[in-house]
Each structure stands twice: as C-alpha cells, then as structure tokens.
C-alpha cells in the first residue's frame, strides 16, 4: 500500500532557519492535513519527544513517517553511532515509524553556503568495504533493536551523491540495509532515478519525490554554486514542475509499498508553500494513479 507523506522542508528550511521562519509549526500541519497527507517527516521545529510530538500529530490526523539522521560512520564506530542514534530511533519507534533516513555527514558541505558542490568530500577506493561493513551493521542493529529498516538518503554535498556512488554503497553493503529514492538528488547528482529504481527496486524502502529545474541547475555547475545557494535560486520544486520522468521511474517500481514523500527545498519567503504544496500533492496522485500503483 502506498501512503502520501510531506517533508516540512517545504514550509520551513532545517539548514537555513531563516527560510520559511515565518510559518509555524501549527501552520504547516494544518496545511499537509487539509491538502490530504497522510503523515509528516521530522523538521527543525517538531518536538522530539514522543509524550509532545505524540497527541500532536495524533490531533491534526498524521502519522509521524521519519525523519533524517546524520550518521557520522566514516569517523566512529558502529557502537558509538548506535548510541548517537538512541533518542532519535526511540522517538520514530514510539510514533510507528517503520524506516530510519540516514545519510553520511562527518564531512558533508551541503549545509556550508561557502563551499561549492565541487568541494564536496569523494570516498577514496580503499575506504568503501569498510564503509559498507559499517553501514550494514548499523542497519542490522537499528532493525533489530528498534525495529526499522535504514533507508539511505543519497545527496548533494555528500560522498553518495552520484550515480556511480549509489552502485558502490549497495555493492558494499547488504541486507537489511535499503536505500531511499530521491528523484531531485539523483537527478541533479547526474544520474537517471529510472535506473536506479530498476537495479534497486527490491532495497528501495522510502521514497522522496521532488522534481528539479534545469536552467538553475545547469547554472549552479556553470558558476560552480554550494548547495545552499542553488536552493536559494530554486533549483528543486515539486513533482511535476521540473525535468522529472516520474512515468519512467514509477513504472520500474512495480508493486512497490510504503511512503512517498513529497518535498522541494524552496525560497518559502519568496513562494507560496501550500500552493506548491498542493501542486505535488495532486501531480503526484495523479501520477501513481496512471502508473497503476495503488
């Protein structure tokens, strides 16, 4: 079965606060609810207790999905990092969450406005196996212990943002260890979404649709932009708004289960958050619907 959830990035930005700092939190549940979300991923606003976030989530009808959390394995060990992740996977175990959206960051630049994408760390050959090994049994113990599956979320600025990094990560790591889909990295990473989702199907777990426009794009690489500044200028939006082929990555995914969440890193000082909003909500109903996925 699939379920449609909202990423609060739409609303509010986790690395840049000032974007979307006007719009509450009670404003942007309101707002997912009465477009027809169904759940909610963590944001920078949500409380992260399971006794407040609770009855919150539970007023508005939403169901908590996920939220990220930055593994910091390439610089400690998988025992240090379980404990790192305790209050985090606690709080989405207490809420019914069933995956855990990790992604590397002990080096990442994504958050740095001063670094271009083309500073961003690389993953010298021999450091991959035991990468791997780490990252596998991280997930073989968050499911164990807390029950969900690690989904890892490839992105800009980090050592799994191209295609070629994606293959390696699932060549070094294995079960229970999934991967989550973004159609927006992918696609500004230089890969194909379609591609992936038909060599990975069956360890895709979670999936973030958000479409990207091609002219910001193709100017982020010409002047060589950070991440932060590439947003700013609106390189992602909506499913549907962008250069996409959701038909082609939907149609390798057949029979597939779980959350697709809709999101796009935009100037919400600039846009309207629940028009957009209500855009990829609809673009992406539409489009499961014509895919045949139910």
Request: glycine content about 10%.
């Amino acid at each position: 079965m699939i379920r449609f959830g909202a990423n609060p990035i739409c609303w509010s930005n986790d690395d840049m606060p000032e974007i979307g700092a006007h719009i509450s939190l009670e404003q942007c549940l309101n707002e997912a609810r009465d477009i027809g979300f169904e759940g909610m991923e963590l944001g920078i606003k949500f409380p992260r207790t399971a006794e407040a976030l609770g009855p919150i989530l539970k007023a508005k009808g939403l169901a908590l999905v996920s939220g990220w959390y930055s593994t910091q394995l390439l610089v400690r060990e998988v025992g240090a990092e379980m404990l790192a992740v305790a209050g985090h996977a606690g709080l989405l175990r207490a809420l019914g969450s069933k995956v855990l959206i990790a992604a590397e960051t002990s080096n990442a630049i994504h958050g740095r406005r001063d670094m271009p994408l083309t500073s961003r760390p690389v993953l010298a050959t021999s450091r991959w196996p035991e990468f791997g090994r780490r990252m596998t049994a991280f997930a073989e113990q968050v499911l164990e212990i807390y029950g969900l599956r690690v989904v890892y979320h490839h992105h800009m600025g980090t050592v799994i943002q191209s295609e070629a990094e994606i293959d390696r990560l699932m060549e070094v790591t294995g079960e229970p260890f999934h991967l989550l889909l973004d159609t927006g990295h992918a696609t500004w990473g230089g890969g194909d979404p379609a591609r992936i989702a038909r060599h990975y199907r069956q360890r895709i777990s979670h999936l973030h649709v958000k479409d990207v426009r091609e002219e910001v794009m193709w100017r982020s690489q010409r002047q060589d932009l950070s991440f932060l500044d590439s947003v700013l200028a609106g390189v992602y939006t909506v499913p549907g708004d962008g250069i996409v082929d959701f038909d082609r990555v939907l149609a390798e995914l057949p029979g597939y289960s779980g959350w697709i969440v809709v999101e796009a890193e935009q100037d919400t000082n600039k846009i309207d958050a629940r028009a957009y909003a209500e855009l990829g909500f609809a673009n992406t109903r539409r489009m499961i619907a014509e895919a045949g996925l139910t």
